[in-house]
């Protein structure tokens, strides 16, 4: 079956620290990647996404991730972390059996970031 | 969450009740989608349209309908049949194309439904 696993419901991190959330997946064919933040009772906002190409994708607010196909896994670091980067993080990946002609994602349950000052 | 409205963003039911969330986008994009998010679990999907007039089942749809009269508009009501509806409701919407064109989704900043 296709999913998204992040291992780790939350991950403290001291300011100006390098901060990694963790995420894995398992799907069929080629795997389609996005990270996703959510602050309070807000929607998601998106980070960046995985389609091709170089692994180490760049995106908002100084964000990366790393693709490794090997390991299965796109987790998403910053080098130095601040306390407004506190908040939900969300892992995904389209979902590649569904027969429709759209985007179906898979969430992973989410990863909270509590950044200390 | 520019771009995608949402109202009410608080949303009080009473038992037996049926109400219907708006979602809203000027974005112009094809495909629209509702999600429910409970705490702990990540996202769920309750219904997608990839074109006006057309709209799917997604993996939590009994008790919820959907309509897609307008691009721009993709009410979702919650009926009386949706036995644990207490959660926060969230529509997002993404440019179409098919499954050869991975497109991030936009998300609205949500509404969260609690049942009295």
């Known amino acids: 079956a296709q999913s998204v696993a992040q291992p780790e419901d939350q991950v403290n991190v001291a300011e100006g620290n390098p901060l990694t959330v963790k995420c894995t997946y398992s799907?069929?064919?080629?795997?389609?990647l996005f990270w996703y933040v959510q602050y309070p009772n807000r929607g998601l906002q998106f980070l960046l996404k995985?389609?091709?190409?170089?692994?180490l994708v760049k995106g908002s607010y100084g964000f990366e991730a790393e693709f490794n196909k090997s390991q299965t896994s796109f987790h998403l670091k910053k080098p130095s972390a601040l306390v407004s980067d506190s908040a939900l993080y969300f892992c995904?990946?389209?979902?590649?059996?569904?027969?429709?002609?759209?985007?179906?994602?898979?969430f992973g349950a989410g990863t909270r970031l509590a950044v200390h000052p | 969450d520019g771009g995608i409205t949402q109202s009410p963003k608080y949303l009080f039911r009473k038992e037996g009740q049926n109400v219907t969330l708006s979602c809203e986008q000027n974005?112009?994009?094809?495909?629209m989608y509702w999600y429910r998010q409970d705490p702990g679990q990540g996202l769920r999907l309750i219904y997608y349209s990839q074109i006006v007039n057309d709209f799917q089942k997604g993996d939590i749809a009994e008790g919820y309908s959907v309509s897609r009269e307008k691009k721009e508009s993709f009410p979702l009501t919650v009926t009386s049949a949706q036995k644990n509806p207490t959660a926060f409701y969230l529509c997002?919407?993404?440019?179409?194309?098919?499954?050869?064109?991975?497109?991030?989704?936009?998300f609205g900043p949500g509404t969260r439904l609690t049942v009295l």
């Open positions: 995904a990946v389209r979902d590649s059996m569904f027969s429709g002609g759209y985007n179906k994602l898979i």
């Open positions: 997002a919407s993404s440019i179409g194309g098919g499954r050869a064109v991975i497109n991030e989704q936009f």
């Open positions: 799907v069929s064919g080629n795997p389609y």
């Open positions: 995985y389609i091709t190409g170089d692994n």
């Open positions: 974005l112009n994009h094809d495909a």
